[in-house]
Structures are given as structure tokens and as C-alpha cells.
């Protein structure tokens, strides 16, 4: 391998370049890889593509921007939370992105659905509440106990299943309390209340 002072002979493409297109190798006895970073990067890209994974594209990216690998534009720092871990200060993903990432997430960890699934299930109902017939859609109702999901209900509906305890006994008490027909209980025992049926 032919070597001057400044450079040094590249193995893939032949080429003599300065010491500097090489990345270092401490193993090589002048401390640099035999490939110069360009056919090393190409290489790389060939055995990824040999097994068949993608290798992403490298962007030049303006000073005070950064790219967003869900959608790939490129952003100023503003549009980026700040995140102390990271090299460079800044989240992964910009706001929205990440925002649509954890949405994701969230509907699959919680529901085990999918928000297409859910989007499927709100047009069955026809983009309203199954129980109000006014409100639109947008909350998922499930089952504490199986986690089964039962369907997409308002933010109303939703909440006083919830706080009526998923309990269908306490559901039909309430609705006959509306409809004037009250239950009164009749104490029995202390602490003892007997329902009428």
C-alpha cells in the first residue's frame, strides 16, 4: 500500500487521499481504516441492501434545524421539544409527529387497538354516541374488568358508565330513578336494606 505523509491509498477505489477521508481504526498499524469513508459507506449500504433492510439517506441539515425521521422534513429547534438526553438537545420526533407516535401507542398498550380500528368502529356507528344519539364519537368505552372494548362513546356518556361502576344493576336504578319510579330501599336489619323488585 502506497503511503505519503499527507495520504494514504484507499483498497476499494484505488484512489490516494488525505489522511482525513479515512475513519480511524486502532487495530491498522497507521491507525485508519483501508477504506476511505465514502467506499466504506457505500459497502455498508450493499450488505444492508443484500439482506435486505433500507439504509436511510444522510440530509444535510441547516444549522439551528433538524430533520424528523417519521416525516423527514426538515424544522427549525422550535418546532422540537428540548430534551436534556440527547446530543443535541432536542426530541427525536418534532411535536406533532411525536404527538401521533404516542397516540399510536397509547391506543394499542390501553385498548389493543388500533386507531384505525377505532376510526372503523366510530363510521359504524355513523360518527355519533350509541347512547345519546347527539354527541359525536371520540371515547373509547372498554371493560375494567376483561378489557374488551365495547365501542366509541361522548366524553359524557363515557364517564357516568364509569362512575356508575360498569355496574348494569346501578345503570337500570338510575334509569327508573329518572323515569319517576324511585327504588326505596326498606331497612330490614341495621345495615340491612331490602330492594324492592
Known sequence: MSESSDG????????TLK??????NRSMSDGLQAYCKECAADYYRQRQGAKGRAVRVKVLVPRGHKRCPQCGEVKPHSEWEQNGTTPDGYASYRRPCRA??????????????????????ISSQMGICVICLSAPAAHVDHCHETGRVRGVLCFNCNSAIGKLGDDPDTLRRATAYLEGNAWKPTLVAPGVYRLPS
Open 19 to 24: 489522511r482525513g477521508a479515512f475513519a480511524s
Open 100 to 121: 401521533t407516535r404516542n397516540q399510536k401507542s397509547y391506543f394499542k398498550r390501553k385498548y389493543g387497538i388500533t386507531m384505525a380500528q377505532r376510526d372503523e368502529m
Open 8 to 15: 494514504r491509498k484507499c483498497s476499494r477505489c484505488r484512489r
